[in-house]
């Protein structure tokens, strides 16, 4: 059965900083590639970030690129989402997902996403 857990998400500040994660298992996490998607409200889910397999490529979405860093640790099962410089408009439910895709390459094409995370709460203040 797989799992994955996101978590790290908060209350800050405008300007502030902040790293999610999400903990995955059931799966050869070394393998797939990975994403996370955001949904604010009464806005269309997003795509934020994606990391292909191994330590393979990553993408961005332009509202988010030179600000947010995806990474992840295969030993430990763990991607991560570093967030700097947050803006009120980054506020949003955070969603760790698993695509069914293999390889070093990435999209963030939400037909592509085989597993999510129930999500974990972004609030940026002004």
């Known amino acids: 059965e797989v799992h994955v857990v996101e978590s790290g998400g908060g209350l800050v500040q405008a300007g502030g900083s902040l790293k999610l994660s999400c903990a995955a298992s059931?799966?050869?996490?070394?393998?797939?590639?990975l994403a996370w998607f955001r949904r604010a409200p009464g806005k269309e889910r997003e795509g934020v970030s994606c990391?292909?397999?191994?330590?393979?490529?990553?993408m961005y979405a332009d509202s988010v690129k030179g600000r947010f860093t995806i990474s992840r640790d295969n030993a430990k099962n763990t991607v991560y989402l570093q967030m700097n410089s947050l803006k009120p408009e980054d506020s949003a439910v955070y969603y760790c997902?698993?695509?069914?895709?293999?390889?070093?390459?990435?999209?963030?094409?939400?037909?592509?996403?085989?597993?999510w995370g129930t999500g974990t709460l972004v609030t940026v203040s002004p």
């Open positions: 059931g799966f050869t996490f070394g393998d797939r590639v």
């Open positions: 990391i292909g397999s191994g330590v393979g490529g990553t």
């Open positions: 997902t698993v695509s069914y895709r293999y390889g070093l390459g990435c999209s963030l094409d939400y037909y592509d996403m085989e597993h």
